[in-house]
Antibody, heavy 119, light 108 residues
Framework: QVQLQQRGAGRLKPSETLSLTCAVY????????WSWIRQTPGKGLEWIGE???????RYNPSLESRVTISVDASRSQFSLRLSFVTAADMAVYYC?????????????WGQGTMVTVSS | EVVLTQSPGTLSLSPGDSVTLSCRSS???????FAWYQQKPGQAPRLLIY???SRATGVPDRFSGSGSGTDFTLTISRLEPEDFAVYYC?????????FGQGTKVEIK
């Protein structure tokens, strides 16, 4: 049974860096893209970016200047860093898995982390 | 960026009803690069349908998907109480991957 378990700080101040980690249990780490997705009431679901198991990344252009996604394949986990957060970054953040190759959706998701930004 | 527009925003239905949800894309896609998800309050989205009509593991056959080009649909036959939720479409044919804004299926 594949499980994605998220951890990380959920309360930040403006200009701080958001840092979340997603640990993968019960499945292979290679052969997948590992994504971060966030959800707000206003903008809905927004894909942030992805990494493969060797650190090849792709980011949403809307966030690319502030985002870093990294992987630690030895621990089967991947991380998100989003710098200089503002109130606009308040959202529920999810990690998710996507099989490498064409026509593959997000088949497993983490439990979500609510992130608030307040001074 | 590809914009996905779902309609309607909210549907009020009764258990046993059948429903078809719509998702229109700003760009034409093969249905192979398209998926539907279900989300209940406090939970992560759950994959329902991907590709032409492939159901994810454990998804009942009352859920089906179809479409091509810019218009895609999710049909739920005979709504069960657990089907009342928000449904999202998603494309993974052109990065950045994008989602529709969701259709809420609520109990009348």
């Amino acid at each position: 049974q594949v499980q994605l378990q998220q951890r990380g700080a959920g309360r930040l101040k403006p200009s701080e860096t958001l840092s979340l980690t997603c640990a993968v249990y019960g499945g292979s780490f290679s052969g997948y893209y590992w994504s971060w997705i966030r959800q707000t009431p206003g903008k809905g679901l927004e894909w942030i970016g992805e990494s493969n198991h060797v650190g090849g990344t792709r980011y949403n252009p809307s966030l690319e200047s502030r985002v870093t996604i990294s992987v630690d394949a030895s621990r089967s986990q991947f991380s998100l860093r989003l710098s200089f957060v503002t109130a606009a970054d308040m959202a529920v953040y999810y990690c998710a898995r996507q099989l490498v190759g064409a026509n593959n959706p997000f088949d497993y998701w983490g439990q979500g982390t609510m992130v608030t930004v307040s001074s | 960026e590809v914009v996905l527009t779902q309609s309607p925003g909210t549907l009020s239905l009764s258990p046993g009803d059948s429903v078809t949800l719509s998702c229109r894309s700003s760009q034409s896609f093969s249905v192979n690069y398209f998926a539907w998800y279900q989300q209940k309050p406090g939970q992560a989205p759950r994959l329902l349908i991907y590709g032409a009509s492939s159901r994810a593991t454990g998804v009942p056959d009352r859920f089906s998907g179809s479409g091509s080009g810019t218009d895609f649909t999710l049909t739920i036959s005979r709504l069960e109480p657990e089907d009342f939720a928000v449904y999202y479409c998603q494309q993974f044919g052109s990065a950045p991957w994008t989602f529709g804004q969701g259709t809420k299926v609520e109990i009348k």
